[in-house]
């Protein structure tokens, strides 16, 4: 079984990877953006979008699947740029792998575990939308506005709902398996130093970088660097997408380097 992908644009191949609940689709104006300077593929990781389904998502068998699926294309060294769950998968393919990869960006998410829960608002939510057949997005919304505070976070989890062939709506991303997996997704396991170019870049508001984390970063990614983005939460990418598009392609540009 092979991750479900698509690419745009030519030059060297950049790999963008999404994060928990998302999909391919999620930077598709990173992937825009990136075009212009290279091949930009997307992949869905297991349990997302029209990939296939697993049991296993730590961060070994993400990452083998994200190597599987660059074999089947030929990509024998990527760039990965990696969004929160995606940024580990990444994190953990320049460890395991690092003859494949030739630069890394790592988008808001340190190498660390994380020893907090903060999806049970979405699971509850989603766990409720299980418990009736959805007949219409405003239902599924409906439902989900009883766990979900944010709007914000509601609209994004639907575009991952579809209609079915029976008529009804589901999920795109399997709710059942990565509940079971969510500790080996919040967790993390140091495959050894990733030597290469890094940058980590940061949404000023969010909590998932922190300067305790920096030890870490660096004696697992000796020549890192990092930028802040300003006024950004954990979506920075979404909430101001011209500036990381640029801070991203200034760093992978080696003439800009």
């Known amino acids: ?18 994060g928990l609940f998302g999909d391919l ?8 953006s990136l ?34 699926w660059m074999d089947q294309q030929g990509l024998e060294t990527v760039t990965l740029v990696g969004h929160s769950m995606g940024g580990k998968v990444a994190m953990a393919l320049a460890q395991r792998f690092p003859e494949r990869v030739t630069q890394l960006v790592v988008m808001d998410i340190a190498p660390v575990d994380y020893q907090v829960s903060r999806h049970d608002n979405v699971f509850n939510a989603l766990h409720d939308t299980q418990k009736v057949t959805l007949e219409s997005r405003q239902q599924a919304q409906t439902i989900m506005n009883t766990s979900i505070e944010n709007p914000g976070v509601t609209q994004f989890l639907l575009k991952s709902l579809y209609k079915t062939d029976h008529g009804h709506y589901d999920w795109r991303f399997n709710i059942d398996n990565l509940y079971q ?55 920075l990418h979404a909430e101001k997408p011209t500036v990381v598009s640029n801070v991203i392609a200034r760093f992978l540009m080696p003439d800009e380097r």
């Open 1 to 18: 079984m092979l991750l479900n992908g698509k690419s745009r644009g030519e030059g060297s191949p950049l790999v963008l990877i999404h």
């Open 25 to 32: 689709d999620n930077l598709g104006g990173l992937a825009k």
């Open 181 to 235: 997996s969510y500790r080996d997704i919040m967790g993390w396991t140091a495959f050894g130093p990733y030597s290469g170019p890094t940058l980590f870049v940061k949404g000023q508001n969010s909590e998932y970088i922190q300067p305790e984390h920096r030890d870490t970063i660096v004696a697992q990614f000796p020549h890192s660097k990092a930028h802040m983005v300003a006024g950004t939460g954990h979506w």
């Open 35 to 68: 075009a212009e300077h290279f091949c930009v593929y997307q992949v869905d990781l297991p349990n997302h979008g029209q990939s296939y389904h697993t049991e296993n998502m730590n961060y070994q068998n993400q990452s083998d699947a994200v190597i599987a």
